[in-house]
């Protein structure tokens, strides 16, 4: 190798280092040991040109020959060493062998740590060039960091531990300690001085001295093992607690060499256990005050280790008699919990942590509900050996939550379930039933309301609770029954009994619900309109179920009450036709469809008009004009109502004002308003303002309220009713004698006019009933000073009976019908003879 690395060398080289054929074979001998040596060599030329190498010093960096020959050797030192290898190659051509560490690069680029040793090539005293042998330092550095490593660790975990080590040559008596136990005596200055055991015991407790001098003697007599605790005063006077541990170590001969030993600082983990201790007495203490049970169970011996007072109040026994080998828990466990409770308790056997609730029966017989925490405890072989439990007497929040869960379920008025109970049941019908049939009835109270308004929530509260009670009474175990909300009530079906329909369920709920029922002093009655679907006929889920029922319910309502509907799509047409003129109700102002209309009010002591009620018409595009019977309630159960009385107002306004400018008519209008306006906040400020942009006397308008209106909050509405009357309006009771308590509300609210309900009126000469009726009223009213409207006159005949009994005005088809403005206006010019 070397020859044929110098037999390509160029002559350049060949003649700078002079080296003649006889150098040459006198180099052969060293062929062998240059090829073969473990470090890396290379040859290197005064001027720092590579000249020669071997394959070790390839391998070290990992180049290729091309990448090293004739190259500069600084090119492969790592850059921050470069000017340092100079100087040091510089100081080997003074012909100096020198030794260097410094770091190579790797042909990856890493800077590898190396020794080198040059030592330079003389020739007839001239320093031509060097030879440079190559010492990889990795491995070496690997194991000085490995040895470091450990040693840092020792030391780590002793001081993490607080441990030290010691040992002590049995000939020279001479001891040697870890830095740690100087830190536990607090001896750092020692470190500079001979030790020996005198200054050892010398720091000794006098409590501890003899002993641990006597097991010092012991041990280096006789090499015994030893570990105890003793205690030491440090410098500062502090009492220190230290455990000590010594094994004697023998030659081959079995003689004793020496000693060795580990000392921790115990003092806080004496301390805690004596604090432990102190806990484990304060904490049975605590344990026998709470009203639980806090116990353990030795499953080897079949026996309680420990068992807490609590016992005692929970199931009535004694706590000595709990440890008596004939005492059985199992005992105690309610019959229907026991099942359960076994099988919990195989689970904590197996190793698992299990809590669950059951019923216990004490010795004197009280039933009580039980939450037991179970936690197993396991041996070093991963074997259940013991049970440690935590047992609450929890009754009184167990009974407070199924009260709790009662009302999450149920109304809290009937008792019934409430829509998320019963959406439940019917969800689990879905679920596990598939497509077996069931029923919806949808129920609604048809005159509830009216007995709510006129007779107080007290009364209107005791009609449900009723009426629930017969519905339950019906439905009994064929489902379930629930109220959905106010008058309604929602009922499952799904168990029919043997020859019964559905149709036998509906009849005898109506049948028994419009059966008079007596709440205090009055007799009720109340009748009921029962909407039926069918699963899966009719929907497959509940919300459609109920939708459908609720059309039926819709469409018996309108059909008359008090009867039932299965869902047909006929019934939903209906429904439909209703939805559809909502919608196009919605925009019938804008669309100019609705007409003011007005109806004559006849004053007896007067030929002309001078008094009139606003109505209101729908002039639907292609139905033509829409009864206000059918398009008004639609309006009351959509809110619309509200758009339309301001509609009618400002009509009558703007009427008011037109003819009086342009005609000089004086004329008073009367205005129904709805009760739901009425209690409106803003309805008095838009009435204020339509008066003012219309600059309309308020005297000319007159409000028709109901007494639905009168009922709903009566001191909200005196005030209401007194703060109009305060501008200028008057107001008039329509429909008087309808309700149950009319003659009353005449001496809570400051009326104007009474317009009596025309079934009073019509048939009069055959209804003597409804004579003796009207008389009273009229009478009654007189002596109020309050005049009488009455409305739907339609004969001659009721308009002389009428007159005879002191009525002031007149209202009906016998004088004229509701008609537009322009109609209306001719009948201004006319004269009507009372």
């Not at 049995?170 to 001085?193: A, F, N």
């Not at 609604?444 to 449900?464: A, R």
């Not at 179920?545 to 299965?566: E, H, P």
Request: a negative charge.
């Amino acid at each position: 190798m070397w020859g044929m690395y110098m037999t390509g060398m160029d002559l350049t080289v060949q003649s700078a280092l002079s080296l003649t054929h006889h150098d040459y074979s006198h180099l052969q001998i060293y062929q062998d040991i240059f090829a073969n040596f473990p470090d890396g060599i290379v040859t290197i030329d005064r001027h720092g040109h590579i000249i020669d190498y071997n394959h070790q010093f390839l391998h070290m960096l990992n180049y290729d020959e091309s990448d090293l020959y004739r190259r500069q050797i600084d090119q492969f030192v790592a850059q921050d060493y470069r000017q340092e290898i100079k100087d040091y190659f510089d100081n080997v051509l003074t012909g100096h062998t020198i030794n260097h560490y410094t770091k190579f690069l790797h042909q990856t680029g890493f800077e590898l740590p190396v020794k080198v040793t040059s030592t330079p090539v003389i020739q007839n005293q001239h320093v031509i060039g060097f030879y440079t042998i190559v010492h990889d330092l990795i491995e070496t550095e690997r194991h000085l960091q490995e040895i470091s490593d450990i040693k840092e660790k020792l030391i780590s975990t002793q001081t993490v531990a607080d441990i030290g080590s010691w040992e002590i040559n049995v000939d020279t008596y001479g001891v040697y300690w870890s830095d740690q136990i100087y830190k536990i005596y607090d001896r750092e200055e020692w470190k500079e001085e001979p030790l020996d055991l005198g200054k050892i015991y010398n720091m000794t407790h006098p409590d501890d001295h003899d002993q641990l001098k006597n097991a010092f003697d012991s041990a280096l007599i006789h090499g015994t093992s030893f570990q105890m605790d003793y205690k030491i005063v440090t410098k500062q006077n502090d009492v220190r607690i230290l455990h000590a541990r010594a094994d004697g170590i023998f030659d081959d001969n079995n003689k004793l060499t020496r000693l060795v030993g580990i000392v921790q600082d115990v003092t806080k983990l004496r301390d805690m256990e004596v604090s432990l201790e102190a806990n484990q007495d304060r904490l049975q203490k605590i344990y026998d005050s709470l009203d639980m049970i806090v116990c353990s169970f030795n499953l080897d011996n079949k026996r309680l280790d420990y068992v807490s007072k609590g016992i005692e109040r929970m199931i009535n026994v004694k706590r000595e008699h709990v440890y008596r080998d004939d005492f059985n828990w199992a005992s105690f466990i309610h019959p229907a919990d026991l099942k359960k409770f076994s099988l919990n308790r195989r689970r904590v056997l197996r190793g698992d942590k299990v809590k669950h609730d059951y019923r216990i029966i004490s010795r004197n017989s009280q039933i009580k509900w039980v939450e037991e925490q179970a936690i197993p405890i396991f041996d070093e072989n991963g074997k259940v050996t013991q049970v440690d439990g935590i047992l609450v007497d929890f009754t009184d929040r167990k009974l407070y939550e199924q009260q709790m869960e009662f009302i999450a379920n149920h109304d809290h008025l009937t008792g019934l379930k409430n829509r998320r109970n019963f959406e439940q049941f019917i969800q689990k019908l879905i679920l596990n039933h598939k497509r077996q049939p069931f029923w919806i009835i949808y129920l609604d109270l048809d005159n509830f309301k009216s007995i709510n308004d006129s007779l107080g929530h007290d009364i209107g509260d005791k009609v449900l609770v009723m009426s629930s009670t017969k519905i339950e009474n019906i439905v009994e175990d064929r489902g379930i029954s629930a109220r959905l909300n106010g008058d309604e009530f929602i009922i499952a079906i799904n168990k029919l009994h043997q020859g019964e329909t559905i149709d036998d369920i509906a009849s005898r709920l109506k049948e028994s619900l419009q059966r008079k029922m007596m709440i205090d002093e009055y007799q009720l009655q109340v009748t009921s309109s029962i909407g039926i679907s069918r699963y899966p006929d009719h929907g497959s889920s509940l919300n459609e179920l109920l939708n459908n029922a609720d059309r039926a319910v819709y469409f018996v309502k309108d059909t008359g009450k008090n009867a039932w509907q299965i869902y047909e799509y006929s019934v939903d047409q209906e429904v439909y036709n209703d939805f559809q003129l909502e919608q196009e109700l919605n925009f019938t102002i804008e669309n100019d469809q609705l007409e003011l209309y007005l109806q004559p009010i006849i004053e007896g002591s007067h030929s002309n008009i001078r008094l009139a009620e606003a109505l209101v018409r729908w002039k639907h595009p292609v139905h033509g004009y829409i009864p206000p019977n059918v398009f008004i309630p639609i309006a009351e159960r959509s809110g619309f109502i509200h758009q339309i009385d301001h509609f009618v107002l400002q009509k009558t306004c703007e009427t008011i004002q037109q003819w009086r400018e342009k005609y000089n008519i004086k004329l008073s209008v009367t205005n129904n308003v709805s009760p739901k306006r009425f209690l409106r906040q803003s309805f008095k400020s838009n009435v204020v303002e339509t008066l003012k942009h219309f600059q309309i006397n308020a005297n000319h308008i007159i409000f028709e309220i109901t007494e639905t209106t009168l009922i709903h909050d009566p001191d909200i509405v005196t005030k209401t009713i007194e703060e109009f009357r305060k501008i200028g309006i008057r107001f008039a009771l329509d429909d008087f004698g309808t309700g149950y308590s009319s003659i009353a509300h005449l001496s809570l609210f400051n009326i104007d006019f009474l317009k009596i309900d025309r079934q009073f009126i019509q048939n009069i000469h055959e209804n003597q009933r409804n004579q003796a009726i009207l008389k009273g009223i009229i009478n009654f009213t007189n002596e109020l000073e309050i005049p009488i409207i009455a409305e739907g006159i339609e004969t001659k005949h009721e308009l002389e009976y009428l007159k005879q009994l002191n009525c002031h005005y007149f209202q009906g088809y016998y004088f004229a019908k509701p008609s537009n403005l322009t109609i209306f206006q001719k009948l201004l010019k006319q004269t009507f003879t009372v």
